[in-house]
């Protein structure tokens, strides 16, 4: 089993419809959540972090379940510009205090006029 | 500011050559990761420099991979006797603070292609 698992895609979807992503992890100790987001050829930049309470940052809301090993991320009235993928990525409890990130194989997202 | 940046964008090289690959992190930053990403695939990691020493290099694939850092700056990624499946794109971040919660900031990475 992979250490962090997301649906790969593609999500075809309308501007303006909401869209959802999910991402489990199999280390129960995992002590940090975050979501990237990688445009086609480029590298990854940090979307937001993800907290046990969950969070918002304008249209995009995380959720994490730690009981579940379950991250999610929606994103509300989709761009044009949100078009990418969107990488799960979570820092197990082993890497010592050091930000050694498992990324999952990422979702991609198309969003179309 | 200036972010990461890495060298070269692309590199093809014949199978059986070495190459070296070059990172330079943004200035003051204490952590500095390598990983590699194959096509449509995640990134794996590879070593992780605190400063200029590698806690953990448990990530390179074989012992064809090293790396080093000096100045706590530049890192260079050397491949020997590349083979095809050292093929990828080879990304180098680096952060702040070695901390969780500091976030890691890309370089635009260095397309390698075996041939």
């Known amino acids: 089993r992979k250490e962090v698992e997301q649906d790969p895609g593609p999500f075809n979807v309308p501007e303006g419809a909401t869209v959802a992503f999910n991402c489990t992890y199999s280390?129960?100790?995992?002590?940090?959540f975050f979501w990237y987001r990688q445009d086609c050829r480029k590298e990854p930049k940090l979307l937001m972090s993800v907290y046990s309470s969950g969070n918002e940052d304008g249209r995009f809301t995380a959720q994490l379940n730690r009981a579940s090993q379950y991250i999610s991320l929606l994103i509300r009235d989709s761009k044009l510009s949100d078009s990418a993928t969107y990488l799960c990525?979570?820092?197990?409890?082993?890497?010592?205090?050091?930000?050694?990130?498992?990324f999952g194989a990422g979702t991609r997202l198309a969003v179309h006029p | 500011g200036a972010g990461v940046s890495q060298s070269p964008s692309n590199k093809v090289t014949e199978k059986g050559k070495d190459v070296e690959l070059r990172c330079d992190p943004i200035s003051g930053h204490t952590a500095l990761y390598w990983y590699r990403q194959r096509l449509g695939q995640g990134l794996e990691f590879l070593i992780y420099?605190?400063?200029?020493?590698?806690?953990?290099k448990s990530g390179l694939p074989s012992d064809r991979f090293s790396a080093e850092r000096t100045g706590e700056s530049v890192s260079t990624l050397t491949i020997q006797r590349t083979q095809q499946e050292d093929s990828a794109v080879y990304l180098c971040?680096?952060?702040?603070?070695?901390?969780?919660?500091?976030?890691?900031?890309f370089g635009n990475g260095t397309r390698l292609t075996v041939t």
């Open positions: 420099f605190q400063g200029n020493s590698a806690p953990d």
């Open positions: 990525v979570v820092n197990p409890s082993f890497s010592g205090g050091y930000n050694k990130l498992i």
């Open positions: 971040a680096s952060s702040q603070r070695t901390d969780y919660n500091s976030p890691l900031h």
């Open positions: 280390n129960s100790a995992s002590q940090s």
